[in-house]
């Protein structure tokens, strides 16, 4: 499970192993931090990291790396923290990221955070490693980004954004999917809880996101591919109907507004006093949408009602299976140690 990832010669550092740390021991926990073009936010993620992490009796933190254009790689490799890079674009998905970073973690547990995502240190990472050891069934365990938004632990049918989970239940459902465009946590969540696990979220605050400042930020999300991933997955659930239940489902407020488009555009077809009534309809549902989210709230909610269906054609076909990728493929360009709570040192590596 751990192996197949291969070295890139002209790359690979050792970097000094500080005291405190223990290089054949396997950790508690692993932490997987994904990135793509983080250089103006790394050093404060792996920060957190660390300083989250120094309740935890040993963990180890891999970096997997999106093949970054800019300084990311180079200012993670001043950390004592093991480096692998996807070298092609065509691979760099998501859900990459999270599966590589699994196929070479060693704890019993694997928290996957996002490279633009700072932990806060609030001693929250203890508590969701004890959570998922006192419940057996217990899969996964997430927290709130930015801002609390409730007060008691729930039960939810999936994680995101910084999340916590049994590396054993991972194994058990396969893991996130390499090839997913987006949706591949709640992909994950889905198939945990089909298969029995349940998932909580904490009432706190595990992380800081930085949010786009623009509604139009949306049509980013389309040329990298994330509104393919409704397709993708309901496309790969065809033959679980249990699965392609929960999608559609999670899809419902899409399928309504998708709905609504497509009787505008037949009634423009059969009746233009029907458009007409159509439009007058969708005006007020737009002065409302405004009234209750923002301007720029509804103009984000339209755009991505827009482009939703034609993400969605264009996104069903059979995807690979996780097994097809090419591991062989992932470069290792540094290899960190497991850190022991005993002594915890700067994070960063010293000469």
Known sequence: MHGGLSTSDDE?????????TDSDADPELSVVVVTYNEADRIADCLDAVFEACRGVSSFEVILVDSNSTDDTVSIASEYDVTILRIPDDGLTTPGAGRYVGTQRARGDDILFVDGDVTLTGDGWVPAALAALRDEPALAGVDGHLNERRASEAKSVDY?????????????????????????????????LGLAGYDLQRLPT??????VPDSPFDQFRRWRQGYYRAGGQVCSKALARPALLGRWLWYFRDKAVSTTWLALGLLALVVQPL???GWTVLT???????????????????TISTLLFPLGFVLGFEKLPA??????????TVQTGSVRLSREQPSPSTTD
Do not use: N
């Open 12 to 20: 690979q550092t050792t970097p000094v192993r500080p005291s405190g």
């Open 159 to 191: 994680c995101h954004g910084v999340a916590m989970y049994d590396a054993d239940a991972l194994a058990a459902v396969g893991g996130f999917h390499p090839f997913l465009a987006a949706w591949e946590d709640v992909d994950l969540g889905f198939q």
């Open 205 to 210: 605050v595990v992380g800081t996101h930085p």
């Open 274 to 276: 029907l458009a007409a």
């Open 283 to 301: 005006a007020a549902g737009w002065i409302i949408l405004c009234y209750r989210l923002g301007v720029d709230g509804a103009t984000k909610r």
């Open 322 to 331: 996780r097994e097809s990728f090419p591991l062989d493929a992932v470069e």
